[in-house]
């Protein structure tokens, strides 16, 4: 889970998906609070890239309802903040940049 504002924390939870998605263990995206602007890379960004390497692997990029606004990525699921409260209760397995 990505909430943190701070662009290299960004991007290391980018990384991590996206390395975890490459090898045994699936990590969805999810992103909470001041985060939102991980959706809006820079293009031709590293960040830009891991968001395209996770979509084409299938990854779900999910959205609390409270953080989004118009600038949401096109790939990303906007979930009502009790549905994202409930995926990070139930999550298996959880790493908060």
Do not use: K, N, W, Y
Not at 55 to 80: K, T, Y
């Amino acid at each position: 889970m990505v909430r943190s504002p701070d662009a290299e924390l960004q991007l290391q939870g980018l990384r991590t998906a996206l390395s975890l998605s490459l090898g045994d263990r699936q990590a969805d995206l999810l992103v909470a609070g001041d985060a939102i602007g991980v959706l809006e890379p820079v293009v031709g960004s590293e960040s830009a890239h891991c968001l395209d390497a996770l979509r084409q692997v299938g990854r779900a990029i999910e959205v609390d309802e409270l953080a989004a606004h118009s600038l949401v990525h096109h790939a990303a699921e906007v979930l009502p903040h009790d549905e994202f409260v409930e995926r990070l209760a139930t999550a298996g397995f959880l790493q908060v940049f």
